[in-house]
Every structure is written in structure tokens, then in C-alpha cells.
């Protein structure tokens, strides 16, 4: 009877406090009330080992990554554990509170126990070993017909996705902030690993270390090729630039970045076509990689690498980054579609071929990874869906950023330049609050606010999200024979597809990406 009625005291000196508080102060203690429970959800009731992956059903019955995922799995390709780490570190930073800081070292402890022996990740890691590993590649992994990444198991590490380059910027992040010593042995093992794979003219492959002996539906293995897609290139020279701002002025870390932002010059493609392929063989021409990526110019990857041709000016003054965009902006021009070819607003072929500078669309025909298969033509109609064969780009912005860079003063651009010697420049205080929404099927959509998200916040500690991606569950090898039914614009094929696609009548689940997102909108409530 005393405990009881100590307790109820308790609650009503509380209640009291509350009430007494300023309306500011009362906002920022129910914004970060709300944090709390929701990251503890997510820390001590689904995380495993540390770890995340994107999305999950309430029962845990069934989780996903990019595909379905064994209990076992963490995903490490982004919004995975990196990610969470990121957001765990700027919640703390947001509110001090030392709860954020250790599920960010959780999530580090994860990643760790995942690194590959080479110093990279995989996109996922397995805590079952690698029995569990195989098992999921020879059911789950290897039926994914759009998914062709998935159909093989390397054993290696990927730079692929972004996964190992979240990884590494988390390490370094978290090292950083407090100087424990206990990150440095996978810290240095990472920019080891991007030291090592990176070829002498400047690229890095796929995938590390090389494993040539693959031969992708009777094409040499592509993960050895010097990659740009997914910006594999751009994500390594950040992170370099980072080991080199924060960690002191390593010479082969500086001379990593310069052979790295030279390999964009060299492998430019010459006259009448200077643009770039996805990935570039060792002799640097345009080469193919997945079946529905052939060796062909890509427009987005042209306009991708302006981009970056541009900020490594803005990094060194050099103008030799600025000499050859003109012509890749004249040659995006060249192969824009008249106005009745546009579809959904983007007006640019995805591929363009090579000596011809005809657009190639792509398409498939079957049913599964066993009878189908994926094809390119001149044929602009009916092309696959999950990988579009047109692109949105703005030539115009481009151009008129460049003209801006090009009447600008070289030394007075690149004057506060990471790479410029001298004092070390910190890292960002907030890593995800500026950053594009988290690219995740089954993360929610809409407007969010801080007031929404405190009373949609459910018992439980989570956000109930409709998980409109699925996918089949293992039945079984595909079939020789396609089944009854056209699939060539579907995201999945017939039932034995493990592939994801939307589901007829999503289901109410968790999802890390609704949390990721979330979250950061109470992190920036705070306004610290």
C-alpha cells in the first residue's frame, strides 16, 4: 500500500514538472520521449546483434533486405546498419544522451564481426556463417531473376550499392568522436582495402578481391571492371578525402585521390561520343555488366561524372577538370529524344550505342531465371520496368554551373579545399539530416511532423508502415518451360522469382527506413 501510493506521488510530482516547464521546453521533452521509445524498439526488440535490415513483419515472421533475408541477417547496403549508426550518432549529438552513443557502438560491434578478411562488406552479413550464406544463395539469392547481383555468391567484398563506403564513413565517424582506439584495427583495415583494390590508373572494381573465374550468363565476370555505377568511384574518393581531412595528410591516401579523380579524364570517351559507359574495361573502353546493362554509353552516367568533373575543381583549382565537359554536354544534347519519345518526363535514352549513337532499350521475355532472359534493341516500347531505359537530366543546370565554374577564379574556389594542407577539418555534426530520403521500398511516404509523429508512435515503440514490397517465398527452382503469362514489364516473374516486387494487399510491418526518416525529422525539431 505504501509502494503504491509512493508511486502514484511520484507520478503527479512528474505531471506537476511537466506542466511547469516552458512550452518549448515541453515540445522538446515529448519530441525526445518519443526518440527514446522508438529507438529502443528498435535497439533491444529488433535489432540482431547490432544489426538491421530494412523492413520487417510485427510477428518477425518474415524480414527483408533488398530480398528476404534469413533471422540471421543484418544488411549492410544502405538504409541498413551503417545507417543506423549515422542516425544513432546525430540523435546523440542532438541530445546528449548516451543511450544513442552506445547503440551507435552496437551497430559498429555488427559491422566489425561482419567485415570481410579483405577490409570491405558484403551487402549483408550473416551471423549463421557461411553455411547460412550458401544456403541462402543456392535458395533465396540465385531464383531473384532481376536481381543479378544476388545470383552468385563471390565470397568477396563490394564496393556495390554504397554498402562498404557507409561502413567505412560510420568507422571513421565514430572514431572520431571520442578517439577509441578499439575502431582503429577495422578503420585501417578498410582504407586498407580501398588502397589496395584500387587499379594504378585510378578506378576500383565492383568487387574486391578480384574473382575472374565467373562467367556471367556466358559473359566475363563485370565485377572487375572499373566501375562508376552507383557511384563506386565518387563514394571512394569521399571517403578518402575524410581519412585525409580528419586523420592527418597520409601521401598515398592523396596520391589515391588523384590517380582516382584522374581516371574520370582518362576514360572519357573520344569524339563523336564523349561520354562514359557504367563500367570501363581495363583498357578503358565501355564495357556491359548485367544482362540488362549492355556495353553501350549511359547518358545518367555521363551526367553523373560532369558532376563530379566539376567538384574535383572545386577541390583542386584545376582547370583540366573543366577542359572536356563542353563536349559531353553537346553530346547529351545530340541523343535527347524529340518530344513525342519522352516518357514521363525524361527525355534521355538510358544506353546509347556505341558507333551508331542509336538509343538501345531494354527488355525480357520468360518467366524465371531458369527460362528467361534479357535483351536489347531500337525498340523504344515496352521496355522493362525495374531498370528504366530512359532518364530525366538536366543539361541546362549543367551547363550553366559549369559556365559559372568556368569564369571563376581557380586559387579563390578551391582556397578552403579539404585537401589543402594545413589544420584538420572536422566532420559534419548531423550526417542524414541534409541527406535525400532513404531509398527504401517499403519506407513510408508523405509529409512528415514532429506532432504526427509523437502521437502515431504506437504502444510498441514503432511507426506502423504499409510494406508495399514483398516477395515470393523459396518454392523451388524455376522451370525450364515459362509459365502462362507476360512478365516483360513485371517487377517479378512467376511464383519461383524471389525477386521483390509490390505486394496485391501490403500488410501493416516495421520499417527502418520509416524509422531513419522519422527520426530525423524530431533530430532537426530540436534545432541544436
Same mark, same amino acid.
Given at each position: ?31 525526445e ?22 523492413s ?7 524480414? %527483408? ?23 544513432f550518432?546525430?540523435?546523440?549529438? /542532438? ?8 547503440? /551507435? ?30 544456403? %541462402? ?6 531464383? /531473384? ?8 555468391? %563471390? ?38 582495402f ?9 578506378? %576500383? ?31 571512394n ?8 581531412q ?109 558507333g ?28 522493362i ?15 550553366k ?12 574556389? /578551391? ?25 527504401d ?15 502515431s ?18 518454392a ?18 512467376d ?8 505486394a ?25
Amino acid at each position: 500500500m505504501r509502494s503504491t501510493v509512493l508511486n502514484t506521488l511520484r507520478w503527479i510530482m512528474l505531471a506537476l514538472a511537466f506542466v511547469a516547464l516552458p512550452a518549448r521546453a515541453q515540445n522538446e521533452k515529448r519530441i525526445e520521449d518519443t526518440m527514446k521509445r522508438a529507438t529502443r524498439f528498435m535497439v533491444e526488440k529488433v535489432a540482431t546483434n547490432g544489426g538491421y535490415v530494412w523492413s520487417y513483419l510485427p510477428d518477425m515472421s518474415r524480414r %527483408w533486405g533488398e530480398m528476404e533475408a534469413f533471422p540471421s541477417m543484418i544488411w549492410v547496403q544502405p538504409p541498413g546498419t551503417a545507417t543506423m549508426g549515422h542516425l544513432f550518432l546525430d540523435a546523440y549529438h /542532438a541530445t546528449n544522451d548516451p543511450y544513442y552513443y552506445e547503440a /551507435a557502438e552496437k551497430a559498429a560491434a555488427a559491422l566489425i564481426a561482419i567485415q570481410h578478411e579483405s577490409g570491405g562488406w558484403h551487402y549483408f552479413g550473416d551471423f549463421g556463417g557461411e553455411p547460412s550464406i550458401r544456403r %541462402w544463395y543456392d535458395t533465396i539469392g540465385k531464383n /531473384a531473376w532481376r536481381l543479378e547481383e544476388f545470383q552468385h555468391y %563471390w565470397g568477396n567484398a563490394t564496393f556495390d550499392d554504397a554498402g562498404t563506403s557507409e561502413s567505412m564513413q560510420f568507422l571513421l565517424r565514430l572514431y572520431v568522436e571520442k578517439h577509441d582506439p578499439k575502431y582503429l584495427p577495422a578503420l585501417k583495415k578498410a582504407l586498407g582495402f580501398v588502397l589496395e583494390s584500387q587499379y594504378p590508373i585510378g578506378g %576500383w572494381p565492383q568487387r574486391y578481391p578480384l574473382k575472374p573465374d565467373f562467367s556471367h550468363h556466358g559473359k566475363p565476370d563485370y565485377t572487375g571492371f572499373i566501375t562508376f555505377n552507383d557511384d563506386v568511384a565518387g563514394e571512394n574518393i569521399r571517403f578518402l578525402i575524410m581519412c585525409y581531412q580528419v586523420l592527418g595528410g597520409d601521401v598515398k591516401v592523396m596520391d589515391a585521390i588523384t590517380r582516382a579523380m584522374n581516371v574520370y579524364l582518362v576514360t572519357q570517351h573520344g569524339q563523336p561520343q564523349p561520354g562514359w559507359g557504367l563500367q570501363h574495361s581495363l583498357d578503358l573502353k565501355p564495357i556491359g555488366a548485367r544482362t540488362y546493362e549492355p556495353t553501350a554509353l549511359t547518358t545518367h552516367t555521363t551526367a553523373a561524372n560532369v558532376r563530379q568533373l566539376m567538384s574535383f575543381y572545386r577541390l583542386t583549382g584545376e582547370t583540366k577538370f573543366l577542359a572536356r565537359i563542353p563536349e559531353a554536354l553537346d553530346w547529351l544534347e545530340s541523343v535527347k529524344l524529340p518530344d513525342d519519345k519522352v516518357k514521363n518526363g525524361r527525355a534521355y535514352p538510358t544506353f546509347i550505342e556505341i558507333g551508331t549513337n542509336k538509343p538501345l532499350y531494354i527488355h525480357r521475355r520468360g518467366s524465371n531465371i531458369v527460362n528467361g532472359e534479357y535483351y536489347a534493341d531500337y525498340n523504344p516500347d515496352r521496355t522493362i520496368t525495374h531498370y528504366s531505359s530512359f532518364r530525366a537530366i538536366n543539361v541546362p543546370a549543367l551547363r550553366k554551373e559549369y559556365e559559372t565554374l568556368r569564369a571563376s577564379n581557380p586559387a579563390e574556389i /578551391a582556397k578552403d579545399s579539404p585537401l589543402r594542407p594545413g589544420v584538420a577539418k572536422p566532420l559534419p555534426r548531423y550526417w542524414l539530416l541534409d541527406e535525400v530520403e532513404t531509398s527504401d521500398l517499403n519506407t513510408a511516404g508523405g509529409k512528415r511532423g514532429p506532432d504526427a509523429l509523437i502521437k502515431s508512435l504506437n504502444a510498441q515503440g514503432w511507426w506502423p508502415t504499409e510494406l508495399r514490397a514483398t516477395s515470393n517465398p523459396y518454392a523451388g527452382d524455376g522451370s525450364p518451360t515459362p509459365a502462362p503469362g507476360d512478365f516483360g514489364q513485371t517487377l517479378v516473374g512467376d511464383a519461383t522469382d524471389t525477386s521483390p516486387h509490390n505486394a496485391e494487399k501490403p500488410v501493416i510491418g516495421i520499417s527502418t527506413g520509416t524509422y531513419i526518416e522519422n527520426m530525423k525529422v524530431l533530430i532537426a525539431a530540436l534545432g541544436r
